[in-house]
């Protein structure tokens, strides 16, 4: 935990107690895990949790306002043709459609979120993240998805990563602050282990793996080295922090190793859309069609899917 | 908004997945495997094999006695002598590779059997042992016809026939580590697999003559300790290799002394898992667990001994803890069992008694949270806290889930404990510096030192003990040699 | 009148020094041609005792030294001994060799040394490996000193014997305790006192004489000796040590009827026999 206020000095003392990761066992824990059978119903009660967890996103520059009702509908309805499905958690839009998200899902209860500090390189001053800030939560965005400044970061400027994050949680006000690690450009697991003890530090209530802009996105080993981060945190000062893998998540049999990945690291407190996300934009599907598939037992096809 | 510290969450948990065992087909008998048949024992004695899980029994096998055994030395040597020694070694390679196909080919039926009869969880055979035993066949079927360029000036030749005695922890696995480098040597070998786990080698027999493999050159004798002692004392066996414990190990060599049979041990152990400060500690954890919990801890080179430098002691004991909760105990054959079935009551009581002197002696100890079945024999993962050099949990082998916790406070104390006992077979270090890696692997007296990483074989890597684990190396240029004459035998 | 000389009674070399048997005991030894008697210590199971606490004291220092220094040290008693082959000639001509045997025998002696000096930091590339595991690990096995070992030399030939086995044992960095029996010690003890100035630290070699049937079990029996080299016993005294050595599992090699002029007695398999195989892994990643 740091002293406060931060300093250059505690910063360097926080990243220095991140007890290391050994990448190969790292991978070989997530393997194992990846080898769970889930069958029947709990694969069943896992695809249902799956939708519920879902950020469903779109962050392109082509996005318009008509996509972005098209996929609140979505969101609202995932299968048209049932009502027994959960809603996702939110979608997630450019703060330029925030507006227009808010107005589509009315009192659905899946929430807003927007991407913001100059999503996805955060390459601008702390002066315009927070303006960017606070116009998406003026906009009515419920969740505010920052990016970190790997450049700072990887530079050793631990105290402007965090000063950062300190600045924009308080201009999100009551909205959610999730913290972007954009992990695939950290090079290392030791970094992904330290940017989020930055992050929880900083008063993230979610840390995430990717913008999804970024190839290695989301991937198992650092879901797993964020989990076992929360779960440290979690040790040492009883405080609960979210996780949110996004970018390349693409299947529901992925999305199910997330799910064991989650359930073994931290354990049922955690098995909610409270304290896990799935930041994805093709995932849905896949997981309906699954559903589909289980209650049938006959593969499907996407033609019977809508896509928005 | 979602209020920041309440718990709640979904407790979901896993739906059985069971592994159908319905493309195993067990034999409500079986003979002995000699000379290249199935033969009933010479005086008809026969004993149940029994799955651990449920205590059902599965078949009756023979139990060789001294007659059978000379049937089969003799099947073995005549085979030697005129079939598999004449042999160019391409050919025996050959022959080898097939049998590694094979048993790629059959490696989900081994896998499921190698459950049943022994009780270690499907996740472990079909990913751990029966992988390896294709690989290490693969392996020293390639050494067949190279065995010119494995040790410089030496024109190796084979020893003869290997009479060979492996335990029940690995079955087939340990079939491997002892027939593959044998036969890659030329030489012919007599076998026996433990009593309580018979059934895979049997397999393996049907297995050598789907391969066509010449009659007597593979012989699968089973039986209890009688049969093992009837090869120990065959005149006509030119080599014991024994996997077992360290009594067994030492009757073994007394019994053979001036004999001139060659030997191998490969005996017991209480390897030391040493966990310093900087270590990565969430995957040091990992590595804690499945060093000593891996098969149930029926693993002689299993870290049961856990010595915890004492600025961590208390975080590292509650990520166990934690982590602890989360094994699954249960149905071997379920996908998701993470420990599975002790391998007899035998083994159970043995594992009840150590820890009752644990606990007689007051450590405190915690253990996995999980339901037991009621039928079988199953032991919950335990770990001691505070475990003292003098404590018999931290001297004997359990040879089960149970882990022994010291603290140290240097290297040079980590060292000092970690060799602190007649065994000497695995080593584990975790911790983040480099150079104090191999400082620390270059004092700790154990012929396998994993560092950052526990309970891992390969057939290129020899794996073999010090002290009284035993002599000789399995695996690698180095497996070879128990099986070659040569200046070092 | 002819000047009395100074005879020297031939005592045990224990962790480094000179010492008398603490049980007394002195064995004569009788020139081959009868020209003159020596005394000799007659080592006992307490003289074993003390030389296996110095020798196991002495082991970890000794395998920490660099292949380069132990190989140097080896062939600095090459030198010696090649500089006092007249004092060697000598004891071996009162054990009855003729002039020429007694000649070959030291030249074999020398020459053998300076062959296991040169293994010293080489034989771990010879019998190391660095292993090709499927996965992402660094691997690699490499031959270490099994520790301490006992010799229990009978009645092997009176220097090529000792120095035949004695080098391999220590050119890895084990400890040696050497039993030397038989009624031909002379150029045994001779070589201590070359040991004594080579620079061989303390303990590493520790040569007792005495009768092998009395002494062999001793080392055979106890619990702190690694390994153990039976050369030119009996073999009914030969399995019976080997029965003995399972209490503690050592590692025991016989050679019943020893041919050290033999090009066999001479190999880096003999220094593999005293090695164990230590295996190491670990991980590659970042």
């Not at chain 1, 949790?49 to 979505?74: A, F, N, Y």
Request: hydrophobic share 45%.
């Amino acid at each position: 935990m740091l002293t406060q206020p931060a300093t250059t000095q505690s910063l360097r003392t926080l990243v220095r107690s991140v007890p290391t990761v050994d990448e190969v066992a790292a991978k070989e824990r997530v393997a194992a895990l990846g080898k769970r059978s889930i069958k029947k119903e709990s694969k069943l009660s896992a695809l249902r949790m799956v939708i519920s967890m879902m950020d469903l996103t779109t962050l392109e520059g082509k996005d318009t306002p008509g996509k972005v009702r098209q996929l609140c509908s979505k969101g609202m309805r995932p299968d048209p043709t049932r009502q027994d499905l959960p809603t996702v958690a939110a979608i997630c839009v450019y703060p330029a459609h925030i507006a227009t998200a808010r107005a589509a899902l009315g009192d659905s209860g899946v929430k807003v979120a927007s991407v913001a500090t100059y999503f996805p390189s955060g390459q601008v001053s702390l002066e315009v993240k927070v303006d960017d800030v606070r116009e998406a939560v003026k906009a009515g965005a419920d969740e505010i998805d920052m990016v970190i400044d790997r450049g700072a970061f990887l530079a050793g400027d631990y105290l402007k990563v965090f000063e950062e994050i300190l600045a924009v949680r308080a201009a999100c006000g009551d909205a959610h602050l999730k913290v972007i690690l954009e992990t695939g450009e950290l090079g290392t697991l030791d970094n992904v282990r330290r940017a989020s003890a930055i992050a929880m530090a900083g008063g993230a209530h979610f840390i995430k793996t990717s913008t999804g802009k970024v190839s290695p996105a989301a991937t198992l080993p650092v879901t797993l080295v964020m989990l076992e981060a929360i779960r440290e945190h979690h040790a040492a000062t009883g405080e609960m922090i979210g996780m949110k893998p996004a970018g390349g998540i693409r299947t529901a049999k992925d999305s199910i190793k997330y799910l064991v990945l989650l359930s073994e690291t931290l354990g049922s407190a955690w098995m909610s859309n409270e304290w896990f996300r799935f930041g994805a934009s093709s995932l849905l599907n896949d997981v309906l069609m699954q559903i589909r598939w289980l209650e049938t037992g006959r593969y499907q096809s996407p033609d019977y899917f809508t896509k928005d | 908004m979602t209020d920041h510290t309440i718990e709640k969450g979904i407790e979901w948990e896993y739906a059985p997945s069971v592994q159908g065992a319905e493309m195993v087909s067990i034999a409500s008998t079986y003979g002995l495997f000699i000379d290249g048949a199935f033969v009933d024992p010479t005086d008809g004695e026969m004993f149940p094999t029994i799955n651990p899980a449920t205590e059902e029994q599965l078949s009756s096998v023979a139990a060789a006695g001294v007659a059978d055994i000379d049937l089969a030395v003799k099947a073995a040597r005549s085979a030697f002598e005129n079939v598999w020694g004449p042999m160019k070694p391409a050919e025996r390679a050959k022959y080898l590779y097939r049998i590694a196909r094979l048993l790629q080919e059959r490696a989900r039926e081994f896998a499921i059997l190698e459950t049943l009869d022994g009780g270690k969880p499907i996740k472990e055979s079909r990913d751990i042992d029966i992988p390896l035993v294709a690989a290490y066949f693969f392996y020293y079927a390639g050494w067949a016809d190279k065995l010119d360029y494995a040790f410089p000036g030496i024109d190796p030749k084979p020893i003869g026939v290997a009479g060979q005695i492996i335990p029940w922890n690995f079955p087939m696995l340990m079939l491997a580590w002892k027939i593959a480098p044998a036969l890659a040597a030329g030489n012919t070998v007599v076998l026996k697999p433990a009593e309580t786990t018979p059934l895979t080698a049997l397999l393996f027999a049907q297995l050598c003559a789907e391969a066509g493999l010449p009659d007597g050159v593979v012989n699968i004798v089973t039986g209890d300790g009688r049969t093992g002692a009837a090869i120990v004392e065959h005149p006509d066996i030119d080599k014991i290799a024994f996997t077992g414990s360290t009594g067994v190990g030492k009757a073994i060599r007394r019994a053979i002394a001036g004999t001139g049979k060659k030997l191998t041990l490969e005996l017991g152990g209480k390897g030391a898992h040493i966990v310093f400060d900087d270590a990565p500690l969430d995957q040091a954890v990992e590595g804690v667990i499945n060093g000593i919990f891996f098969n149930q801890g029926h693993v002689c080179c299993a870290g049961s001994r856990l010595l915890v430098q004492e600025s961590i002691r208390d975080q590292l004991l509650d990520k166990l803890r934690s982590r602890l909760d989360t094994l699954r105990v249960g149905n071997p054959l379920d996908k998701n069992t993470d420990v599975g079935a002790i391998n007899s009551a035998a083994q159970l009581q043995r594992i009840e008694a150590l820890v009752a002197s644990g606990r007689d002696a007051g450590v405190e100890m915690f253990q996995s949270s999980c339901d037991l079945p009621t039928k079988g024999f199953w032991y919950a993962p335990t770990v001691f806290t505070d475990v003292s050099q003098s404590h018999r949990i931290a001297q004997e082998e359990i040879f089960g889930p149970v882990l022994a916790t010291m603290t140290f406070r240097t290297p040079d104390e980590a060292i000092e404990k970690a060799n602190n006992t007649p065994y000497g077979l695995s080593a584990g270090v975790w911790t983040t510096k480099g150079s104090r890696i191999l400082w620390m692997a270059d004092r700790l007296r154990a012929g396998v030192v994993w560092a950052n990483t526990f309970n891992k074989f390969d057939p290129t890597s020899p794996f073999g003990g010090y002290k009284e684990s035993g002599f000789g190396r399995e695996g690698g240029r180095h497996g070879l040699l128990p099986y070659l004459e040569g200046p070092w035998s | 009148m002819s000047r009395i000389d100074v005879r020297k009674t031939a005592k045990l070399y224990i962790n480094g020094a000179f010492v008398r048997s603490e049980s007394g005991r002195v064995y004569s030894v009788e020139h081959a041609d009868g020209s003159a008697v020596v005394r000799v210590s007659q080592g006992s199971r307490k003289d074993l005792r003390d030389a296996v606490r110095g020798s196991r004291s002495a082991q970890t220092g000794w395998a920490e030294r660099t292949g380069y220094n132990r190989g140097q040290i080896l062939y600095r008693i090459a030198e010696i001994m090649e500089e006092r082959r007249d004092t060697f000639v000598d004891r071996l001509l009162t054990g009855g060799m003729s002039d020429d045997a007694a000649e070959a025998e030291l030249d074999a002696s020398v020459d053998r040394l300076v062959w296991y000096a040169g293994w010293a930091d080489k034989f771990a590339q010879v019998f190391g490996n660095l292993n090709p595991v499927a996965g992402p690990f660094f691997n690699i096995s490499a031959p270490e000193p099994t520790g301490l070992v006992g010799v229990v030399l009978a009645d092997a030939s009176p220097l090529l014997g000792i120095v035949s086995r004695v080098a391999p044992i220590i050119v890895s960095g084990n400890t040696a305790v050497v039993v030397v029996g038989g009624p031909r010690p002379l150029a045994s003890i001779a070589l201590t006192e070359v040991l004594a100035t080579a620079d061989v630290p303390a303990g590493v070699v520790n040569i007792i004489t005495g009768d092998a049937q009395e002494l062999g079990p001793v080392l055979a029996n106890h619990m702190d000796v690694n390994a153990l080299d039976i050369v030119g016993v009996e073999p009914t005294l030969a399995a019976a040590m080997t029965r003995d050595a399972a209490e503690n599992v050592k590692r025991v090699t016989v050679e019943a009827e020893p041919q050290f002029m033999d090009e066999a007695a001479q190999s880096p398999y003999i220094i593999a026999k005293f090695v164990e195989t230590k295996t190491v892994w670990h991980p590659k990643g970042v």
